[in-house]
């Protein structure tokens, strides 16, 4: 499976403290079959166009975000499941695992204190998605509400030598469970998810190492 992802965004300030962010952008994904009697299958076509407000209530210190989506992203046909449903997967990662849902709303604040060389981090933002169809023409119409969900996060950065730098951050995210045709389903549940990265320039390059590691509890 191969994908090619544009994304196009613009930044724009309005007034002192404030400035707002359109993103968006093309994808094109190809799948070839495991057999040569078989057409590769393609989709491609704009994503959801994201935008996000933010305001700085202490510059340089508190962050508030307002952002949502607007459904601009290409519709999902029967035929092309096996194709979103290879991008969608963890395992592979691809950056833009959808090209579309229902559009979404949400906010929150980031904030930053520095302590001696380092800068202490820390935000919570929540997320609420839309009701949407996820496959078009099916056989039968289906409604999918995926789970609202709250993100906590915290971290620590900071220069470790001259050209050393360091990363810690944690992550606690809570999902509720996803409604389909009003039903509920199980959810993806409560994550954990822990990262580490040091930076080290070496001569005219950088080389970068992390580690991340996830916990998931699912929904009872």
Do not use: C, W
């Amino acid at each position: 499976i191969r994908q090619l992802t544009m994304p196009v965004g613009i930044s724009v300030p309005v007034g002192r403290r404030t400035s707002l962010a359109l993103s968006g952008g093309y994808s094109v994904v190809e799948l070839t079959p495991d057999g040569a009697t078989q057409a590769n299958d393609v989709i491609y076509g704009p994503l959801d166009t994201e935008v996000r407000l933010s305001f700085e209530v202490i510059p340089g210190r508190l962050i508030v975000l307002l952002n949502g989506s607007a459904p601009t992203g290409t519709t999902v046909q029967v035929n092309e499941l096996s194709v979103l449903g290879a991008i969608s997967s963890e395992i592979i990662g691809f950056t833009a695992p959808t090209l579309g849902a229902g559009g979404d709303v949400g906010g929150g604040f980031v904030a930053a204190v520095p302590v001696g060389r380092f800068a202490v981090g820390f935000g919570a933002t929540f997320n609420k998605p839309m009701e949407y169809a996820p496959i078009e023409n099916a056989a039968v119409e289906t409604r999918l509400l995926p789970g609202a969900e709250l993100r906590v996060r915290a971290g620590v950065e900071g220069p470790l030598a001259r050209r050393t730098y360091v990363r810690v951050a944690g992550i606690f995210a809570k999902r509720q469970r996803d409604q389909l045709n009003d039903v509920t389903k199980n959810g993806v549940g409560n994550r954990i998810i822990g990262y580490v990265a040091v930076n080290q320039g070496l001569g005219i390059a950088n080389v970068t190492l992390y580690r991340s590691e996830e916990h998931t509890s699912e929904l009872q």
